[in-house]
């Protein structure tokens, strides 16, 4: 069955990095367009990265130029590198493939707070 397992995070202070990872098992993982996504309480979903099959990274505004989005299709992984985090930043995060189905991850805490 799909399977996409995320890590990499925890509590950091405002400024401070983290980097998540997303383990994918189930599906051919190149040919999926692959994503992060968060949920703050009492907010919706929203999309945090994506990056496609062929490479081309798109991002929320709210994190341009301090988290890059990338994927390494040998390892069937893809990561989230989180600089000068702020508190706002705080959510779980979920890791999502997608063609035609959404897969989703069970998601992975991030809290920025001093």
């Known amino acids: 069955q799909v399977q996409l397992v995320e890590s990499g995070g925890g509590l950091v202070q405002p400024g401070g990095s983290l980097r998540l990872s997303c383990a994918a098992s189930?599906?051919?993982?190149?040919?999926?367009?692959m994503g992060w996504y968060r949920q703050a309480p009492g907010k919706q979903r929203e999309l945090v990265a994506a990056i496609s099959n062929g490479g081309i990274t798109n991002y929320a505004d709210s994190v341009k130029g301090r988290f890059t989005i990338s994927r390494d299709n040998a390892q069937n992984t893809i990561y989230l590198q989180m600089n000068s985090l702020k508190t706002e930043d705080t959510a779980v995060y979920y890791c999502?493939?997608?063609?035609?189905?959404?897969?989703w991850g069970q998601g992975t805490q991030v809290t920025v707070s001093s």
């Open positions: 999502n493939a997608r063609i035609t189905t959404n897969y």
């Open positions: 189930g599906i051919m993982f190149r040919l999926y367009i």
